[in-house]
């Protein structure tokens, strides 16, 4: 009797641990996949950040730049290079980042802009950046609010990014991104 119950006891033992190192398997499998749903879903993003006729836009201001202005052109090739590599670097990081780093690759964004259209005025007031937040958050907000909001006035504008902490427990710093007219 004691044999009997020994062995259905080990064999309930070896089920427990097969059955487990099973599920264990299954989450690790969705885990994976949950992950790989993460890296397109980055993917997706950096590629909507890229747009075709931006970069079209972009390599004609430098062909006429380059006919025109030499030292303009090389300097609107640094920042699209600057730009592009921001865009696939971020495509690698995992967590937050610094507000520096994102509004360094708005700038290379807003530079190029300024080129292309030289009645539009960006003004960076910054008067805190010791938080981090997601990579290509700033961008996507400042590009919607040249696009929509200052390329449809008749004499450009000014857009404003400016930043601040608060003493709301909730949140550390505060951003406000605004386009108005002159």
């Not at 599920?23 to 879903?41: C, G, P, T, W």
């Not at 609107?76 to 360094?104: A, H, M, T, W």
Request: a negative charge; charged letters at 25%.
């Amino acid at each position: 009797f004691f044999s009997i119950c020994e062995h259905l006891l080990i064999n309930f033992f070896i089920f427990l641990q097969i059955n487990m190192h099973q599920q264990y398997n299954k989450q690790k499998e969705a885990f994976k996949l949950k992950e790989q749903e993460v890296m397109d879903s980055r993917v997706e993003l950096m590629m909507s950040q890229i747009r075709p006729h931006f970069m079209y836009n972009t390599l004609g201001t430098i062909y006429t730049l380059c006919l025109a202005d030499s030292k303009k052109a090389a300097d609107v090739v640094y920042d699209f290079s600057q730009y592009l590599r921001g865009n696939f670097k971020e495509l690698e990081r995992k967590s937050l980042i610094p507000v520096e780093r994102e509004l360094k690759h708005v700038r290379h964004y807003t530079n190029i802009e300024q080129v292309r259209f030289d009645d539009i005025k960006i003004e960076f007031d910054l008067q805190c950046t010791d938080f981090v937040l997601p990579a290509l958050t700033v961008q996507p907000l400042v590009e919607n609010s040249i696009k929509h909001g200052l390329m449809g006035l008749e004499e450009g504008g000014n857009l404003k990014i400016s930043t601040y902490e608060t003493e709301n427990d909730y949140w550390r710093a505060m951003m406000f991104i605004t386009d108005a007219t002159s």
